[in-house]
């Protein structure tokens, strides 16, 4: 029973748009969400995160919103760079479950010069 | 801050020999870090959590004979992968938990095992 669910594979975007990664989520004990960049053959990389105490977290380029009625979130990034290219793992915590962290499968994002 | 490193990032080893790996955070003190595997084009996945000083918890299907882990202090934590075999072929990536920001991990840049 997949959690944490993204269900876009993959995503192209071209250079100076915005790209948009969607996330969604079944347990209503997630109380924290954080996305991840992940290179080939590296460790994935903090990008943002943000508490269900909020419905959105902004930082930079990279903004992150969340609907908790529709358990869904989001990641923006505006305006998308060549160096955006990775792929971008959603995940979630809840509060008790010792801060392990639930992932999604990850979306490749290819972003177009 | 917050910088975690692997050692080694790569090893190749023959079948039934045994492999560690070293997780360090280098500017923090880890309550928690955490072992994870990723196979080709698949998410991440949680092997293991391993509190300083406590066992590892190991997640169903995990043999905890087989991936020893270690956290003897709060900047280390080693996974020792015990009679490796090929089908342990993998990148192994540790993060770690600060003690004030526990919701975030800030993960190692992995380790690539190969069995031959």
């Known amino acids: 029973d997949q959690q944490v669910k993204q269900n876009s594979p993959s995503l192209s975007v071209q250079e100076g748009r915005i790209s948009i990664l969607n996330c969604d989520y079944t347990?209503?004990?997630?109380?924290?969400f954080l996305w991840y960049k992940k290179y080939p053959a590296e460790g994935p990389t903090f990008l943002i995160s943000i508490s269900s105490i909020k419905d959105k977290n902004e930082d930079g380029r990279f903004t992150v919103f969340l609907n908790k009625s529709a358990k869904h979130l989001s990641l923006h990034i505006v305006p998308s760079q060549p160096g955006d290219s990775a792929v971008y793992f959603c995940?979630?915590?809840?509060?008790?479950?010792?801060?392990?962290?639930?992932w999604g499968a990850g979306t490749k994002l290819i972003i177009k010069p | 801050g917050a910088v975690v490193s692997q050692h080694p990032s790569w090893v190749i080893c023959k079948s039934g020999t045994s492999v560690k790996i070293e997780c360090r955070s280098l500017d923090f003190q880890a309550t928690t870090m955490f072992w994870y595997r990723q196979f080709p084009k698949q998410s991440l996945m949680l092997m293991a959590t391993s509190n300083e000083g406590s066992k590892a918890t190991y997640e169903q299907g995990v043999e905890k004979d087989k991936f020893l882990i270690n956290h003897a202090s709060l900047t280390l934590s080693t996974l020792t992968v015990t009679s490796a075999h090929p089908e342990d072929s993998s990148f192994y990536i540790c993060?770690?938990?600060?003690?004030?920001?526990?919701?975030?991990?800030?993960f190692g840049p992995g380790t690539r095992l190969t069995v031959l």
């Open positions: 347990n209503s004990m997630f109380d924290y």
């Open positions: 995940a979630a915590s809840a509060t008790g479950s010792n801060y392990q962290l639930i």
């Open positions: 993060s770690a938990q600060t003690g004030w920001e526990t919701d975030t991990q800030y």
